[in-house]
T-cell receptor
Framework: EPEVTQTPSHQVTQMGQEVILRCVPISNHLYFYWYRQILGQKVEFLVS????????KSEIFDDQFSVERPDGSNFTLKIRSTKLEDSAMYFCASRLDGTSPGYTFGSGTRLTVV | LAKTTQPISMDSYEGQEVNITCSHN???????ITWYQQFPSQGPRFIIQGYKTKVTNEVASLFIPADRKSSTLSLPRVSLSDTAVYYC????????????FGKGTSLLVTP
């Protein structure tokens, strides 16, 4: 079964540092997403990406966040200057097209900001 | 976005059928009902989606009454590995819609 692959599985960074979380969506999928889940809390939507541009973003996705699909296979989330409250599991997801019923999520990157 | 309400937790024994009901009183005409499963430290996994009546796949069944104000996820003969959080989501399935996760139902299956 095709998978969404995320790397690294764990990342520890110091407050104020930049981090890049990487994702390889399923190859023929057209829609890409980032979600996060703070420990013990809900899964929260960050951003959706289609046709090489952001199609929707939440209030969480402020100027310190950016996404990129640099080479047609990778999909990255950059956090420019990390804060303690950015510590969370970050999930990448992809979806085949606008009518397919379900997303495929990756297994996540656990980001710890110290 | 339609608000959903589901039980915070449920317990079951192995081999039993588990039914998790979700209410979504203000569901819109275009909205679909989708269920996801999440194990600890893993991403959510799509289980099933429906619009009305009954949908069945190899994992679960989804029952939706005519008024669509609620839905029931049915897991036949659960095993210990079905212990997870189950989320009911309601939204418009077309285009790149964002999923709005609630707190879900934490299902514990014991021997």
């Amino acid at each position: 079964e095709p998978e969404v692959t995320q790397t690294p599985s764990h990342q520890v960074t110091q407050m104020g540092q930049e981090v890049i979380l990487r994702c390889v969506p399923i190859s023929n999928h057209l829609y890409f997403y980032w979600y996060r889940q703070i420990l013990g809390q809900k899964v929260e939507f960050l951003v959706s990406f289609y046709n090489n541009e952001i199609s929707e973003k939440s209030e969480i996705f402020d100027d310190q966040f950016s996404v990129e699909r640099p080479d047609g296979s990778n999909f990255t989330l950059k956090i420019r200057s990390t804060k303690l409250e950015d510590s969370a599991m970050y999930f990448c997801a992809s979806r085949l097209d606008g009518t397919s019923p379900g997303y495929t999520f990756g297994s996540g990157t656990r980001l710890t900001v110290v | 976005l339609a608000k959903t309400t589901q039980p915070i937790s449920m317990d079951s024994y192995e081999g039993q059928e588990v039914n998790i009901t979700c209410s979504h009183n203000n569901i819109a005409t275009n909205d679909y009902i989708t269920w996801y499963q999440q194990f600890p430290s893993q991403g959510p996994r799509f289980i099933i989606q429906g619009y009305k009546t009954k949908v069945t796949n190899e994992v679960a069944s989804l029952f939706i009454p005519a008024d669509r104000k609620s839905s029931t996820l049915s897991l036949p003969r659960v095993s210990l590995s079905d212990t997870a959080v189950y989320y009911c989501l309601v939204g418009y399935s077309n285009s790149g819609y964002a999923l709005n996760f609630g707190k879900g139902t934490s299902l514990l299956v014991t021997p």
